[in-house]
């Protein structure tokens, strides 16, 4: 099976319409879009989700955050899939995103940043699982 990673477009980039534009970013780069799912996150998921950031000085800001709208998780399918798409996201805080990607075009700031990527094919496979915990 080809790679597969964990998109979450984030509330700022659901509430702003970037839904289909961001889709469309993948799907242009030839990524499939292998399932997808609208939910607003509870706090303790999202503190879960993020577990690795716990005791961070922004983790109470990304949690309120992340909870804050609707999010849309993707699980993305395609060749190298994790690098792709972290290199279609851009960097985490916008102000340094490579100009078209999807950060630099639709995020605020480095919290806000209009969308999630898992960093490896481990991350993926535990980020799939979170959102889509019916898909083994
Ligand atoms: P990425 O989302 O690029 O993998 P990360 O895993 O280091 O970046 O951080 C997860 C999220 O936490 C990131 O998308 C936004 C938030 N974040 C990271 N660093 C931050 C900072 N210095 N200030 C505020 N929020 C930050
Ligand atoms: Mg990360």
Same mark, same amino acid.
């Given at each position: 099976?080809?790679?597969?990673?964990?998109?979450?477009?984030?509330?700022?980039? !659901?509430?702003?319409?970037?839904? /289909?534009?961001? @889709? =469309?970013?993948?799907?242009?780069?030839?990524?499939?879009? $292998?399932?997808? #799912?609208?939910?607003?996150?509870?706090?303790?998921?999202?503190?879960?989700?993020?577990?690795?950031?716990?005791?961070?000085?922004?983790?109470?800001?990304? !949690?309120?955050?992340?909870?804050? /709208?609707?999010? @849309? =998780?993707?699980?993305?399918?395609?060749?190298?899939?994790? $690098?792709?798409? #972290?290199?279609?996201?851009?960097?985490?805080?916008?102000?340094?995103?490579?100009?078209?990607?999807?950060?630099?075009?639709?995020?605020?700031?480095?919290?806000?940043?209009?969308?999630?990527?898992?960093?490896?094919? =481990?991350?993926?496979?535990?980020?799939?699982?979170?959102?889509?915990?019916?898909?083994?």
């Amino acid at each position: 099976m080809p790679e597969r990673t964990l998109c979450v477009i984030k509330p700022n980039a !659901v509430e702003r319409r970037k839904i /289909g534009a961001i @889709v =469309a970013r993948f799907e242009d780069a030839d990524m499939r879009i $292998a399932a997808l #799912r609208m939910t607003t996150l509870r706090r303790d998921e999202a503190e879960r989700f993020y577990a690795e950031h716990a005791g961070k000085p922004f983790f109470a800001r990304l !949690v309120a955050f992340m909870t804050s /709208g609707p999010v @849309v =998780a993707m699980a993305i399918e395609g060749e190298g899939a994790v $690098a792709r798409c #972290r290199e279609i996201m851009g960097a985490t805080d916008p102000a340094a995103a490579a100009p078209g990607t999807i950060r630099a075009l639709f995020g605020a700031n480095v919290t806000e940043n209009a969308v999630h990527g898992s960093d490896s094919p =481990a991350s993926a496979a535990r980020e799939i699982a979170f959102y889509f915990p019916e898909a083994n």
